[in-house]
Structures are given as structure tokens and as C-alpha cells.
């Protein structure tokens, strides 16, 4: 019996990919990415994406895959994440994935599959995105999908847009088009969490770092290769604040400001969305042997599995 995937999540700035390099350390393994955001080149600094100093030995998987211009598509990255397992295993290591995206999880380890879609519809539903705004959309959503609307932020058009043509297309709510939670790849998910405060403090440090490593720079360096025309790469969190700064309608201080509260929300929807998960098993990400806590827990659920 091969041994069980490995997966790190939780909220952003919890510390997932520290805890991620430990383990796969630790247990021989291969790191694959499951943060929507580090599939995108180039977007290095808004996302935290660790440097090849910092990634050191250990191998990393499903990076830096699509132009800015792509748009993201998790049935693709679903057949990316189960390539990059396969791999590691064949080089007899343990895969290790690690990020807070938590459909991408779901889509790397569970029995999902994805709604087709309509471009009649989907065009519609555009035309109303761009006339109306998000915020209509997710009004709508929260009417006819409360679930999925307080998974989605309500200024990501492009995931109201989907979930919207979801219901219209199948008659049922988008979330219903997740199934329960059954692995399609066996699986021990260890999840990182923090209380409130001190990790609204580590947020508010990450965007600081963020600005001082260059991300303003970075920014327009991606603009130069069509950022503007990336429908989901330009609404990242961070680079989205960065260029209404430089459309010249918010000061720097605002954007950065902003991209502090935006990134807070987003953590509680990302906590909020692993929480559903039973399968998770949750631990401090401030104890002192948070690595040995890991592992002891790792090894518990792979006996159970075992068993």
C-alpha cells in the first residue's frame, strides 16, 4: 500500500509552506503546489512564492505553469497535481501538498468533477458582471447559494460567473456539484490555525514584506506582459490593489491598506472552507514543536488507514 498523500493547508500567512518544506524534509518528499496564484509566472512576490534559495533540496511541483494572461482552469490543474504525485512516487517520494486554495485541494485529492458549461450563458452572465459589478453578482449568489457565496469573495466576478452558470445549467446549488468528502487519492490533510488576532498581525506583516521586496515593481513589470488582460491573475489579492494604484486611483498607502483588510477577509473564507473538511486535523500553528505534532499525526491517520 503506497503511503497516504500528505497536505498542509489552512489560511494564508499561517505558515503552511515552513510546515510543508519540514515534512517533505522529514519524510522524503516532493512538495506540489496548491495555491491557485503560484501557478502563475512571475507573480513571486504577491503570492509568498518561496525562492529557490529557500525551497533548498527539496523539489516543488505545479509552479509558475501559466502566463498572466491564462486563465485559471481547475479541471487542468486537477490533471497537473495528480501528474506531479505519480512523479514523486515514481522517484520513491512522499507528495506533499501545500497551499490554501481549498477547490484545488479538493481537486487534487477528491472525487470531483466539474460542471460543463454554456457560452451563451456564460457570456450573459459576463455582460451583467460588466455592467452591474461583482457585488450584484454575489447578491444574487447569496439568494440562490448562501454556501457558496460566503466562499467567494464578492469582488471575484470571474468565480460568481461560474457558480452562477452552475446553478442555472443544473438546476441545484454550485456547492451541490461538490461531492462529499471521499479521496480519490488517500490522503491525511494537516490543517494550521491561529487565533484571530495574531493572525490578522502575521497578515498585515506579509503585505509589508511584500512591499519591501518590490512588489509595486513587480506589478508593473507584469503589466508589461498583460496582466490588465488576465481575467483571473489580475484580481489576485495584492496585485489587484497595486494596479488601481497605478491606474492612479488609489495612493499606495491605500492600496496596501487595502490589500491588508482584503487578504484578512479572504483568510477567514480560506479557514471557513477547511472547517466544513472532517477529514481535517488542525493544529497550532504557534507551538514550539509544531513539526513533531505534524508527523505524530501524519503517522496516526496513515496506521488508521492501514488498518
Do not use: C
Not at 25 to 44: F, I, P, T
Request: aromatic share 4%.
Amino acid at each position: 500500500m503506497e503511503p497516504l498523500v500528505v497536505a498542509v493547508v489552512g489560511p494564508t500567512a499561517v505558515g503552511k509552506s515552513d510546515l510543508g518544506l519540514a515534512v517533505a524534509r522529514a519524510l522524503g518528499g516532493e512538495v506540489v503546489n496548491a495555491d491557485s496564484m503560484q501557478l502563475y509566472r512571475g507573480m513571486d512576490v504577491g503570492t509568498a512564492k518561496l525562492t529557490d534559495a529557500e525551497q533548498g533540496d527539496v523539489v516543488h511541483h505545479v509552479l509558475d505553469v501559466w502566463d498572466v494572461t491564462d486563465e485559471a482552469n481547475v479541471a487542468d490543474y486537477q490533471h497537473m497535481a495528480r501528474a506531479a504525485f505519480a512523479a514523486a512516487r515514481l522517484r520513491g517520494a512522499r507528495p506533499v501538498l501545500v497551499g490554501g486554495s481549498g477547490l484545488y485541494v479538493r481537486a487534487a485529492l477528491d472525487r470531483l468533477e466539474f460542471p460543463g458549461t454554456d457560452p451563451a450563458v456564460r457570456r450573459r452572465l459576463e455582460a451583467e458582471l460588466a455592467a452591474d459589478g461583482p457585488a450584484a453578482l454575489h447578491r444574487r449568489l447569496a439568494e440562490v447559494d448562501p454556501t457558496a457565496a460566503t466562499t467567494i469573495l464578492p469582488s471575484n466576478g470571474r468565480r460568481l460567473v461560474r457558480a452562477l452558470e452552475v446553478v442555472e445549467l443544473t438546476g441545484r446549488p454550485f456547492t451541490a456539484s461538490l461531492p462529499e468528502h471521499v479521496y480519490e487519492v488517500p490522503a491525511v490533510q494537516v490543517g494550521l490555525t491561529l487565533p484571530r488576532p495574531e493572525l490578522d498581525a502575521r497578515i498585515a506583516h506579509r503585505v509589508d514584506v511584500m512591499w519591501e521586496r518590490g512588489l509595486v515593481d513587480e506589478v508593473r513589470r507584469l503589466v508589461e506582459a498583460g496582466l490588465r488582460e488576465g481575467r483571473t491573475a489580475s484580481r489576485a489579492l495584492g496585485y489587484a490593489q497595486v494596479l488601481r494604484h497605478l491606474a492612479g486611483e488609489w495612493t499606495e498607502e491605500q492600496a496596501r491598506d487595502e490589500t491588508v483588510r482584503a487578504t484578512r477577509r479572504f483568510a477567514r473564507r480560506q479557514e471557513s472552507w477547511f472547517r466544513r473538511d472532517p477529514r481535517v486535523e488542525w493544529l497550532d500553528a504557534a507551538d514550539p514543536d509544531l513539526v513533531g505534532r505534524a508527523l505524530v499525526e501524519i503517522a496516526r491517520v496513515s496506521d488508521l488507514h492501514r488498518s
